[in-house]
């Protein structure tokens, strides 16, 4: 009897995404596969959902079914487990495969594209250290034509410690792994240096000690994610190419007080054995299990109504902010996808203006039939009023995206709920709720996309 795949994801799930992924299970297990038009739906019972979605247009004969589930992850965790066996995960199984996923080029964010995303290949090799790891690109703008030297010396590092980089052309000429420590040193230091002001991370080696600088203090605390991410590489790769004596990180800026137990950086610490320049670091607590299914996120709801409508209408998603999800650009009726700004005047904002920031649904959907755009705010049934609260924020996208790349459309306003008992909305802001026994309710005022979707969606399974 042949297994199944499983896909356990915190994002939702993208079809180009599952293609990748299946074309590369194919290759390492030697297996014909063929992939047709790839559709995700959610499995109903009985009308309810299940809470697993079922991907249908890729055959092979040595896979039966592939299902998809919302996992949520602690702590520093890679966007896709992916499990090939008969039975649903447990903690207790181990995955093929840990795959990252992004959309940023170093074109967009030199940091962002490679170091945020480094400490989640470090983190899992506590809970699997067998796991395959892997870094996938799902480029949506054009790659950048000459890698930045971070760049260069991020995904350097990857390469060091075993990740394999799926979906960009990289030369492998340049991209490969270090084989010394004295190589990390000399090419990390020959680097740009950082501006006036800042710490710059530098790398310096006696016979007994290495010294590794950069800062790790922002906004009050121990969370300065681009630093993390590439001092725990660092590290994890000096101490793979074989350093067994003191690793120290210097002019962190950290106090005793910042330095908590269950922090990410600080169990990546204890794992590699690294110190802080004057500083105790305490013994980790870490979590007993690197994930657990989701049965009470917000973004239940908005992944579940955004599946639907792409599988069971001709509508779909112009922009996606899923809670806890990588954010997407907004795409444009004619061009190319658009990175939203985060604030309508940075140099206010950061003068103190909170007022400066641009205030985003979690999705946004296009009915062409219809000529409408959907703005979506996805909120916990408990907090519904805060969810109708934020529906009066949208002006500003609005009028400078929405309005402007689709000038003829009608814009609604909605939110979608996960979570409760209830079988009944009266709110007619609420569009849509999924409860959690899996029922599927329509708000007295649902748009007729939502009304459309889930006819289809009942209609197919009866």
């Known amino acids: 009897m042949s297994e199944n795949l499983w896909f356990l994801t915190e994002e939702r799930p993208k079809k180009e995404v599952l293609q990748t992924i299946f074309q590369k299970f194919a290759k390492d297990y030697g297996f014909a596969v063929f992939v047709d038009t790839i559709r995700i739906f959610p499995i109903l019972d009985e009308n309810k959902f299940t809470f697993t979605y079922e991907v249908t247009g890729f055959r092979c004969n040595k896979v039966d079914k592939v299902y998809v589930k919302t996992i949520s992850g602690n702590s520093s965790f890679t966007d896709f487990l992916i499990f090939y066996q008969k039975n649903e995960p447990t903690l207790k199984d181990e995955p093929i495969y840990a795959i990252e996923e992004t ?97 710059p991370i530098l790398i310096t080696k006696t016979s007994t000690k290495i010294e590794v600088s950069g800062r790790l203090f922002k906004s009050g605390g121990l969370s300065h994610d681009p630093n993390i991410g590439a001092l725990s590489i660092i590290c994890a790769v000096i101490r793979q190419l074989g350093w067994e004596n003191k690793l120290e990180i210097t002019q962190h800026g950290l106090e005793q007080k910042n330095v908590g137990k269950t922090n990410k950086f600080i169990q990546i610490a204890n794992k590699l054995s690294i110190s802080l320049q004057d500083l105790k670091v305490p013994k980790a607590e870490m979590n007993l299990n690197y994930w657990k299914y989701d049965t009470d996120g917000e973004k239940l709801g908005t992944i579940f109504i955004h599946l639907v409508v792409e ?16 954010k997407g650009y907004f795409i444009p009726l004619k061009g190319e996808p658009i990175p939203l700004e985060k604030y309508k005047d940075r140099e206010k904002y950061k003068s103190g203006d909170k007022n400066q920031i641009v205030h985003i649904p979690d999705l946004i959907l296009i009915d062409f039939g219809r000529s409408e755009v959907i703005n979506i705010e996805g ?61 599927l309710v329509l708000g007295v005022k649902a748009p007729q996309l939502f009304k459309e979707a889930i006819k289809n969606l009942l209609d197919f399974w009866n």
């Open 103 to 199: 959309k940023t080029d170093d074109k967009e964010s030199r940091n962002t594209g490679v170091y945020q995303r480094c400490s989640k290949f470090v983190f899992i090799q506590s809970y699997y250290p067998n796991v395959k790891k892997i870094m996938l690109y799902n480029l949506q703008i054009e790659q950048k034509i000459k890698p930045t030297s971070t760049y260069i010396f991020g995904t350097r590092l990857l390469l060091t410690l075993g990740v394999e980089i799926l979906g960009k052309k990289l030369d492998a000429k340049i991209f490969k792994p270090f084989k010394t420590i004295k190589e990390v040193i000399d090419l990390k230091n020959e680097m740009r240096k950082a501006p006036t002001g800042n710490v």
């Open 311 to 326: 599988n069971f209408t001709q509508g779909y998603s112009i922009f996606e902010n899923h809670a806890g999800c990588e």
């Open 379 to 439: 909120k916990k049934y408990a907090f519904r009023k805060n969810g109708i609260a934020e529906l009066g924020n949208y002006d500003y996208i609005e009028n400078n995206y929405i309005l402007k790349h689709y000038p003829k459309f009608k814009i609604l306003r909605t939110v979608v709920l996960y979570g409760s008992k209830e079988e009944k909305i009266i709110e007619i802001e609420i569009g849509f709720l999924l409860n959690e026994n899996g029922q």
